[in-house]
């Protein structure tokens, strides 16, 4: 299966300002790459250019051995040319077909033959559980099934290489895990390479083998799902996972709570003052009782408790530490009430150091 390599690529619209900027990317054979970020920040944009249906300004696309893709080298291939497996947002199904015939449309191009066809078909509709439609057209069907009928057609084909572009939108939340199961299952039984675009990123991490995450065109850090939650470059990627987000308190600004990091930080940092912030999540503070925690091997935060808050199987804490929210969360409520003073724990592994550029300190 071939690898996908991206080098240097750069899209401009005629704007100002790129839709992608110096893109470095390579999707490894039998990746299930997840593309994450908000919206506008180009990754429908970087999945277009990959299939060729839009073309890159500079930089170079190979997929394998092949450059599909480079701008100085006036080299171009037609998408149809680069044998990927493609579903959109808006499905682009055919109008005039069923919905079977919609789902055999690859097989036929592909002159497979008339028995397989027929046996794929009924094996891709049951799958995706869109068999008693089989006879409908698009128009007589919901989102959801449309949805369902553009990645039945889709996988009919075994792409080998297959882009995603929010291919689960418009499904209601107990179809959408249903079929994220089945994609991760689709994935490991046709070892596929998958590049799939969502700006949600509970969707990225649980179905990702990579998470590549981009801003204002920008990627800003690739890595296994855990590594860029455990370990973010940056405080964008930091406060871009993670519900609540991550808590962070400012170093540049006076306040009680850069005291309590200062007495942390001590000397595990060497130059103090080229601290910006630190960030903490929700999950890794722990409630104390005030003042029986020590500052130095802890990070420790005083704070009030505004509200404790049921969110389900757990508990959201929202507190005032001087004039800031603080969020932690707890699967046990135990004693705690709103107006308490309490102390924010956090063990020193848990704490993210950012310097003032907002980059990733080691400690
Ligand atoms: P969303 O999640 O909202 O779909 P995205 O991350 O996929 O966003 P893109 O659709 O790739 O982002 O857009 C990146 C940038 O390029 C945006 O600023 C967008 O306005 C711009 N853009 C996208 N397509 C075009 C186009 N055809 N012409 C001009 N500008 C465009």
Known sequence: MPTITLDNVEKNYGGETNAVEGLDLTINDGDFMCLLGPSGCGKTTTVRMIAGLENITDGSIRIGDRVVDEPSAQTFVA??????????????LWPHLSVADNVDYGLKLRKLPKTERTERVARMTEKLGIAPYRDRYPSQLSGGQQQRVALARMLAVNPQLMLLDEPLSNLDSRLRLEMRAELKRIHAEFNATVVFVTHDQWEAMTLATRVAVMNQGVLQQVGSPMDIYDRPVNRFVANFLGVPPMNFVEMTEASPQRESVVAFLGRRVPALDEIGSIGVRPESLIIEPSGTTSASEHLV???????????????????????????????????????????????????????????????
């Open 79 to 92: 998408p149809e040319k680069r044998d990927i497996g493609l579903v959109f947002q808006n499905y682009a």
């Open 301 to 363: 935060l005083p704070g009030r408790i505004e509200s404790v808050m049921p969110t389900g199987g757990s508990w959201t804490v929202e507190t005032a530490v001087g004039t800031q929210r603080v969020y932690a969360t707890t699967l046990q409520r135990g004693a705690l009430h709103t107006g308490d003073d309490v102390d924010l724990v956090a063990q020193a592994a848990s704490v993210h150091v950012f310097d003032r550029n907002e980059q990733r300190v080691k400690v």
